[in-house]
């Protein structure tokens, strides 16, 4: 069993950044293959970033190549998003994900286990 706890959202500018952070329990979390996700208001969840256990292998949705960098540290259990260059379109509840396939790690249905979701608004 994993549990997940996102933090790091807020209230910024367009053009402005934000750094979320996941931080997750138990032991063995570099075998687990880890996710961003985000749901809008009204629109389904959406992958948005995801990366690999041990090796760090980083995928992205193309909405946010160059703008977002996924990253993790296995030390200390935590999964990070930095979002730079945000758009007022990147407004959502981003959700932190472990999976422990890294087969299907860009769909929501490749995830074991979710957190809570933190809010991020970006105003124009």
């Known amino acids: 069993q994993v549990q997940l706890e996102e933090s790091g959202g807020g209230l910024v500018q367009a053009g402005g950044s934000l750094r979320l952070s996941c931080a997750a329990s138990?032991?063995?979390?570099?075998?687990?293959?880890m996710g961003w996700f985000r749901q809008a208001p009204g629109k389904e969840r959406e992958f948005v970033a995801a990366i690999s256990g041990s090796r760090g292998v980083t995928y992205y949705a193309d909405s946010v190549k160059g703008r977002f960098t996924i990253s993790r540290d296995n030390a200390g259990n935590t999964v990070y998003l930095q979002m730079n260059s945000l758009k007022p379109e990147d407004t959502a509840v981003y959700y932190c994900?472990?999976?422990?396939?890294?087969?299907?790690?860009?769909?929501?249905?490749?995830?074991?286990?979710w957190g809570q979701g933190t809010q991020a608004t970006v105003s124009s």
């Open positions: 994900a472990a999976s422990r396939s890294p087969v299907g790690i860009t769909e929501v249905s490749g995830y074991d286990y």
């Open positions: 138990g032991r063995t979390f570099s075998r687990y293959a």
